[in-house]
T-cell receptor
Framework: DTEVTQTPKHLVMGMTNKKSLKCEQH?????MYWYKQKAKKPPELMFV???????INESVPSRFSPECPNSSLLNLHLHALQPEDSALYLC????????????????FGEGSRLTVL | DAKTTQPNSMESNEEEPVHLPCNHS???????IHWYRQLPSQGPEYVIH???SNVNNRMASLAIAEDRKSSTLILHRATLRDAAVYYCILRAYNQGGKLIFGQGTELSVKP
């Protein structure tokens, strides 16, 4: 199983709503990532988790709150978002240390497309 | 983060080889060169990576210049399914998994 599964595929929310994006992998990977991608732009790194602990936060606004409840799951909690937060949110996972002693290749999910009204 | 420069777009004919260039003049000794691609409506997928030597796998070949300031991703026979955005990324050995995407090259393949 080399899949990263993201749910929901599409989400529409108002600026006062609270919602969550979910990501799951069963490859035994101990590093998990959230990226944000606007149309026609490259993915932008948001957060990195390593062994269920937050290791990198790329200065993301606090209205985005990541959570890693166990080694297979990664959530992104959304609250008080703005219309400019509408984007494709991509989850990825990788081995923490590969054969070369560094983090392995990233496996990406298909993303959750978020629209904020 | 060291920067890469790629052409915005390239065109190829089906069943012909494609050479996708990438310049990375500020590469450091601990930077690996990674290539990912993103097909329409999908997440990115890993293609290949290398450090100093040329690399081959089932998807592509990676040719790295002797001074490591540039590299070329080679698709030996382009198919329509290879139409995608190809990203050349430098990933530092000690960066704890950080993978930072540049602008990428949008490859179109004509039948």
């Amino acid at each position: 199983d080399t899949e990263v599964t993201q749910t929901p595929k599409h989400l529409v929310m108002g600026m006062t709503n609270k919602k969550s994006l979910k990501c799951e992998q069963h490859m035994g990977h101990r590093a998990m990532y959230w990226y944000k991608q606007k149309a026609k732009k490259p993915p932008e790194l948001m957060f990195v988790y390593s062994y269920e602990k937050l290791s990198i936060n790329e200065s993301v606004p606090s209205r985005f709150s990541p959570e890693c409840p166990n080694s297979s799951l990664l959530n992104l909690h959304l609250h008080a978002l703005q219309p400019e937060d509408s984007a494709l949110y991509l989850c990825a996972s990788s081995q923490e240390k590969g054969r070369e002693g560094r983090a392995g290749e990233l496996f990406f999910g298909e993303g959750s497309r978020l629209t904020v009204l | 983060d060291a920067k890469t420069t790629q052409p915005n777009s390239m065109e190829s004919n089906e069943e012909e080889p494609v050479h996708l260039p990438c310049n990375h003049s500020t590469i450091s000794g601990t930077d690996y060169i990674h290539w990912y691609r993103q097909l329409p409506s999908q997440g990115p997928e890993y293609v290949i990576h290398g450090l100093t030597s040329n690399v081959n796998n089932r998807m592509a070949s990676l040719a790295i210049a002797e001074d490591r300031k540039s590299s070329t991703l080679i698709l030996h026979r382009a198919t329509l399914r290879d139409a995608a955005v190809y990203y050349c990324i430098l990933r530092a050995y000690n960066q704890g998994g950080k993978l930072i995407f540049g602008q990428g090259t949008e490859l179109s393949v004509k039948p």
